[in-house]
């Protein structure tokens, strides 16, 4: 099997390699135990733009992970500075993101965003809210897949998601 050899996702037009990369660990964040490990700033963002130089043309990302540091690393490495049609980027709804009272400020932290924390919602004001906060963190204009994240972590998540997110993203579509 060729890991670049790109596929159509349904009928959507949008075409990605088999191969993608997915951010979760470039977060910082250190999950369970240990599985993750806390990826600086900067360690992320050189494992970002070699993937990148290798042809890494999918790449997953969710405001979720890191609570937004792997959104904000993507958005500094070097696939935004190439060819925006050359690599498909997707991320998710379901969480937007507050400031932390009295946490780091967005000048003070390395990936630009200071301290953050996730808040779930599948309202259609905070899907649109989340995908204008996912398209600032990751330094881009467009979000080529928009996935719905953990509806089920909620017992109002479902029925939000069915009657406000669903229907948000596919009039924005």
Wanted: aromatic letters at 6%; zero cysteines.
């Amino acid at each position: 099997m060729d890991p670049f050899k790109k596929v159509e996702l349904g009928n959507t037009g949008v075409t990605v390699p088999r191969l993608g990369l997915g951010t979760a660990p470039l977060s910082g964040a250190t999950l369970g135990d240990g599985l993750y490990g806390g990826t600086a700033h900067d360690e992320a963002v050189r494992i970002l733009d070699r993937a990148q130089q290798l042809g890494i043309s999918y790449v997953d990302t969710a405001p979720l992970y890191g609570t937004g540091r792997a959104e904000a690393r993507l958005g500094f490495s070097s696939y935004t500075s190439v060819d925006r049609d050359s690599f498909v980027i997707s991320t998710k709804i379901g969480r937007v993101l507050d400031p932390m009272p009295d946490g780091v400020a967005a000048q003070d932290d390395p990936d630009g965003i200071g301290e953050l924390v996730a808040v779930n919602s599948w309202t259609r004001d905070n899907v649109l809210r989340s995908l204008e906060d996912s398209l600032k963190r990751l330094n881009t204009e467009r979000i080529d897949i928009v996935y719905v994240h953990d509806p089920d972590v909620e017992t109002y998540g479902k029925e939000q998601a069915i009657n406000e997110a669903f229907p948000t993203l596919i009039e924005l579509k």
